[in-house]
């Protein structure tokens, strides 16, 4: 059973208040993929490769193997779309959404559970949308750290079955951006499923609703650090 976060206001949640700066730097590494024109993420056409000097056309797209990083620029939209409950994403590799947008679609209206991977996710600006059709869910597991720097992180479509889960199992930082739920989708959101020490670094005053879409599954032991920079002008509101 999956609860809200802010359930546990009180109980084994550690509470950490100090002042913080995050930035994250990502560099160029040979092999990386960027967007180099809006697509499916299966074509190649969609994609660049960084040779080691420069940046030049793929030959073929980002495999559920490859374990380096994939950037989504300004001005392109990538679609990857689950087809069936075999379909697995990256779970070796690094996504960052870097002013485009980049949707996670499943057309399918049956009511299944789908399950896909990534390593490290990072959201600086533009536009992550999880959308499907009537009935399925949705499980996207990030293995290592997830952090929203800027930008829209939305859940569409749906039905009265279906949910889109984020499960985390390491850190998360939050500086900015804006989380948007669809009123139809149950108890989708982030999920702190981590078996060690999590830390929710949070900079950015986010909504009521926002923080009601953290959640933790009912019996976790493990600890959960909220790393809170209190000086906005505005106390911000805390997910525990």
Known sequence: MRIPLLNLKGSWVVIILFLITSL???????GDFRSAQSGNWTQASSWETYNGATWVNAATAPSSTFSGSVSIRTGH?????????????L?????FIEGGEFKILISSNGNQQYNVSVDHFTLNSGFFIMESGNNPQLILRVISSFNING???????????SS?????????TV???LLLISPNLNRSGLYLVGNTTQNITITHNISEGAAQRFFIAEGSSHTINEIYNG??????RTVY
């Open 151 to 161: 930008g829209f992180l939305d859940y569409q479509g749906g039905g009265p079955n």
């Open 164 to 172: 889109f889960f984020i499960d985390l199992e390491g850190d998360v």
């Open 231 to 236: 000086n906005d002008a505005t106390p911000q």
């Open 175 to 177: 500086t900015a951006g």
């Open 24 to 30: 994250n730097v990502k560099s160029q590494n040979p």
């Open 91 to 95: 779970p070796n590799g690094s996504v």
């Open 77 to 89: 939209d990538i679609l990857f779309t689950i087809v069936n409950q075999s379909t697995q994403f």
